[in-house]
């Protein structure tokens, strides 16, 4: 039996072409996740959803949306992804198997981690969940490579898992973030790797 699971970040429609905080090539990665699970379902033991499901203004979720000055696109960003509205859905190309485990994050805080989130209809945290399940390595992908995917990844690693990013499968916001993350994956033992990398 697998103890492997697939934890697919943030790959929503504000985080795509079109969306309030689009990142060129996320409609193309939705598109890639669905087509690599139909081909590598059985590899996982449980495939994981992550999300934003923030809370609208005048709420700035712990300081996450830009209020009183423009967005600096590290720490303060614009609206997007509130919770209920159709910017904060899975992209419609994005074809998830029966027995996701969602989780929601950033609700009324700074959450780029799915580690950080809530899971819907569950108790415990994700790792919890993980656990519960015999899950001992997790391989991640989805949005954005230089801040959600590398948070989830590094604090897979920090609770215990095996960690591996399949490159392929992300894209970014901007390269300079995108060098940084990927170094502080390495230095943290995450692996670097493409989906068909065996």
């Not at 697939?6 to 079109?18: A, H, K, P, R, W």
Request: net charge negative; with cysteine; hydrophobic share 45%.
């Amino acid at each position: 039996m697998s103890t492997r699971a697939l934890i697919v970040v943030d790959v929503q429609n504000d985080f795509c072409e079109g969306g309030a905080l689009a990142v060129d090539g996320g409609s193309a990665v939705a598109r890639a996740v669905t087509g690599y699970l139909a081909d590598q379902a059985d590899r996982y033991a449980m495939v994981v959803a992550t999300r934003d499901w923030h809370a609208p203004l005048p709420d700035t979720n712990a300081g996450h949306f830009a209020v009183d000055a423009p967005p600096d696109f590290v720490t303060t960003w614009p609206v997007h992804c509130v919770a209920g509205t159709p910017g904060a859905e899975y992209h419609p190309d994005l074809a998830l198997p029966p027995g996701t485990v969602h989780v929601r994050k950033g609700q009324s805080r700074q959450d780029y981690s799915g580690f950080e989130g809530d899971v819907v209809d569950a108790s415990g945290s994700l790792a919890d969940v993980l656990t519960a399940a015999g899950v001992t390595d997790v391989d991640v992908v989805g949005l954005a490579t230089d801040h959600c995917v590398t948070a989830t990844a590094s604090d897979a690693v920090s609770a215990g898992f095996t960690a591996t990013v399949l490159l392929d499968l992300t894209a970014a916001v901007a390269l300079p973030t995108t060098l940084r993350a990927v170094a502080r994956l390495a230095d943290e033992g995450v692996t670097l790797t493409a989906s068909d990398a065996g």
